[in-house]
Antibody, heavy 118, light 108 residues
Framework: QVQLQESGPGLVKPSETLSLTCTVSGASITSYYWNWVRQAPGKGLEWIGYGHHSGSTKYNPSLKSRVTISVDTSKNQFSAKVSSVTAADTAVYYC????????????WGPGTLVTVSS | EIVLTQSPGTLSLSPGERATLSCRASQSVSSSSLAWYQQKPGQTPRLLIYGTSSRATGIPDRFSAGGSGTDFTLTISTLEPEDFALYYCQQYNPSPLTFGGGTKVEIK
């Protein structure tokens, strides 16, 4: 059974960098594209971007200048960094697997709430 | 960027009734890239439909979906108590991947 688990700081100060990690179990991280999606309180879903073990990445243009996603095959983990955060980056951050056969996000982590506040 | 507009924002129905949710794209999207997700309060989104009309694993057949081009629909034939939730459509082709704003199906 494939499971994803996010880990994050919980609280980040404005202007700092938010770092998130997603640990993948039950599947090889080399077989899929790995995504980050966020949801601000009471709001809808926003795609952040994806990473692939080959080094390929793609980002939401609205966040592209502030986001870096990387994949660590040795740990079966992938990560996201969001720089220069503001209160608008307060959200639940989900990691999710992109299944190319479905062209959809088929497995999601439970999410981790990150609050940006001084 | 493709904007997905979901309507209505809220659908108030009773168990046993039929729900029809709309997702309209600002320009044509690939049918293979249109998906629907269900999210219950405090829970993770769950894939319901992929490729416009294919049900994901374990999704009951009361959920059906279709459409093409810019207009897509999710139908729940007979609402069960566990179906009252938020529903999002999503497309990825053309890039970037975008979600609709969601439709809340609430108990009347």
């Amino acid at each position: 059974q494939v499971q994803l688990q996010e880990s994050g700081p919980g609280l980040v100060k404005p202007s700092e960098t938010l770092s998130l990690t997603c640990t993948v179990s039950g599947a090889s991280i080399t077989s899929y594209y790995w995504n980050w999606v966020r949801q601000a309180p009471g709001k809808g879903l926003e795609w952040i971007g994806y990473g692939h073990h080959s080094g390929s990445t793609k980002y939401n243009p609205s966040l592209k200048s502030r986001v870096t996603i990387s994949v660590d095959t040795s740990k079966n983990q992938f990560s996201a960094k969001v720089s220069s955060v503001t209160a608008a980056d307060t959200a639940v951050y989900y990691c999710a697997r992109w299944h190319s056969g479905f062209n959809a996000l088929d497995i999601w982590g439970p999410g981790t709430l990150v609050t940006v506040s001084s | 960027e493709i904007v997905l507009t979901q309507s209505p924002g809220t659908l108030s129905l009773s168990p046993g009734e039929r729900a029809t949710l709309s997702c309209r794209a600002s320009q044509s999207v690939s049918s293979s890239s249109l998906a629907w997700y269900q999210q219950k309060p405090g829970q993770t989104p769950r894939l319901l439909i992929y490729g416009t009309s294919s049900r994901a694993t374990g999704i009951p057949d009361r959920f059906s979906a279709g459409g093409s081009g810019t207009d897509f629909t999710l139908t729940i034939s007979t609402l069960e108590p566990e179906d009252f939730a938020l529903y999002y459509c999503q497309q990825y082709n053309p890039s970037p991947l975008t979600f609709g704003g969601g439709t809340k199906v609430e108990i009347k």
